[in-house]
């Protein structure tokens, strides 16, 4: 293949994340255009995009009107400051997206990445508790298998072992629930799996162990993404929340991955019917064109932080480009798009015959579960002898080879296509995963 680097440009320098540099610079896929469903590679060819890009262009690739909005901003007013200055689109983009939020969730808090959200839903949480003079609640409570972003806040949360075990003891006081995966009694499930609610108990356990007067919040992705889209039992997530209000905890959902109608309604709060206190987002929010992200925080919290001089500043927190003006014209253009193609829809109109064409893989090769809801899917693969991971990496290049960018965790495929998606695409990703499953078999 001629995935050359640029011959003025040597591979040598960039190190790159999340990625083996050494057998990616040996042998490289790299992508040069995108539009609509499709990347473009250096050697020329096709590319559709199974992943929306990194789970985050939702509205698909090359939006005219995203880009138009960023181009205008940035000759208009490149950058101001929103630390005691200010300027208009960050207030109207957050009134614009409280329209879409669960009731209540009302105040916006902006960041840059998702991993930002994760770390500033997580201050917010500690503050608040001192706030209404809960001092005592320091602990926090994530998930195994959980992925929160990169901060020292988003690992220690976080529960997948690789991401954590270089960085030291991270944060203290951090407990984590038990995951969802099971693939004895919900393997093939389709959409939610019907057996697991009782995990959820587990947090009585720990608030038994720790005791409620010393934790602050919970974190969950109602949907785990990156660990291979494990899904919550039907009435999980319920009963998270019964148990959180129950001892004064708070919930907070990251929603980076199911934020944005990947998997039916603006979030998978309003999908799944529960509310939670704190909701980050980031991806979907500009539809990846420019970095961002977002913390929806409910009302009573945010007024906790009022009751102090109007001249104090109520939280000592931050970013440099917290509602950057271009990010800011990035998001008001894509959301826009999504409401006037009804794309937060798309993923409930779509789910059957998403379902129905990704079970047709079942029979395949080392197969041993396929899960999907809205417009996402995971497709797991018995480990190879060689070790864990290596059947997923294989049937990731050889999906590349064969024209589909697919995503890979350990032995799991996830897909995640951009909610613009048709029959006749579904009908062409699975044709050719279902090529590089029997290929690298």
Not at 217 to 224: C, R
Not at 229 to 236: A, D, E, H, R
Request: hydrophobic share 45%.
């Amino acid at each position: 293949m001629a995935n050359d680097f640029h011959p003025s440009a040597s591979p040598d320098h960039f190190w790159m994340p999340f990625t083996a540099n050494r057998q990616f610079k040996a042998s490289p896929r790299l992508l040069v255009k995108a539009e609509g469903l499709y990347y473009t590679a250096s050697d020329g060819r096709q590319i559709l995009d199974g992943t929306a890009g990194l789970w985050c262009c939702n509205a698909g690739h090359g939006r005219r009107e995203v880009s138009e909005a960023v181009s205008r901003q940035v000759a208009q007013m490149d950058f101001a400051p929103t630390f005691q200055m200010g300027h208009p689109l960050p207030f109207e983009l957050a009134e614009k997206l409280s329209g879409i939020t669960p009731p209540g969730l009302n105040r916006v808090f902006f960041t840059n990445s998702g991993s930002e959200s994760v770390d500033t839903a997580l201050k917010i949480a500690l503050a608040y508790q001192r706030a209404i003079g809960q001092g005592t609640r320091t602990r926090l409570i994530g998930r195994e298998l959980a992925y929160h972003g990169v901060g020292f806040g988003g690992i220690s949360v976080g529960g997948m072992p690789n991401n954590r075990r270089a960085f030291g003891a991270l944060l203290p006081g951090v407990d984590h629930l038990p995951h969802t995966l099971d693939l004895a009694r919900n393997a093939f499930s389709r959409g939610l799996p019907q057996y697991g609610v009782e995990k959820a108990d587990e947090l009585e356990r720990l608030v038994t162990l720790h005791g409620a007067e010393n934790i602050a919040a919970v974190i969950v992705e109602p949907m785990s993404g990156s660990a291979g889209v494990i899904l919550p039992p039907v009435g999980y997530l319920q009963r998270l929340r019964e148990i959180t209000a129950k001892h004064g905890i708070l919930l907070i959902f990251d929603e980076v991955i199911t934020g944005f109608g990947r998997v039916g309604k603006a979030f998978a709060a309003q999908r799944w019917g529960v509310l939670p206190d704190i909701i980050t987002c980031a991806k979907g929010l500009t539809n990846g064109a420019v970095p961002m992200g977002a913390v929806f925080v409910a009302d009573h919290l945010f007024e906790a932080f009022m009751g102090g001089p109007e001249s104090a500043i109520e939280l000592f927190h931050g970013y440099t480009y917290s509602g950057h003006p271009v990010a800011c014209a990035a998001a008001l253009a894509t959301q826009e798009i999504y409401q006037r193609e009804g794309l937060f829809e798309k993923a409930i109109e779509l789910e059957d015959y998403w379902q129905d064409a990704l079970s047709s893989l079942r029979e395949l090769p080392h197969v041993i579960d396929i899960r999907c809801v809205g417009l996402v899917a995971g497709v797991q693969f018995a480990a190879h002898q060689d070790g864990v991971g290596k059947r997923g990496y294989e049937v990731f290049r050889q999906a590349f080879e064969k024209g589909l960018l697919v995503r890979a965790s350990g032995d799991i495929i996830a897909l995640s296509p951009a909610l613009i998606i048709d029959r006749p695409h579904i009908d062409a990703i699975v044709e050719r995963f279902a090529d590089a499953i029997r290929t690298s078999a």
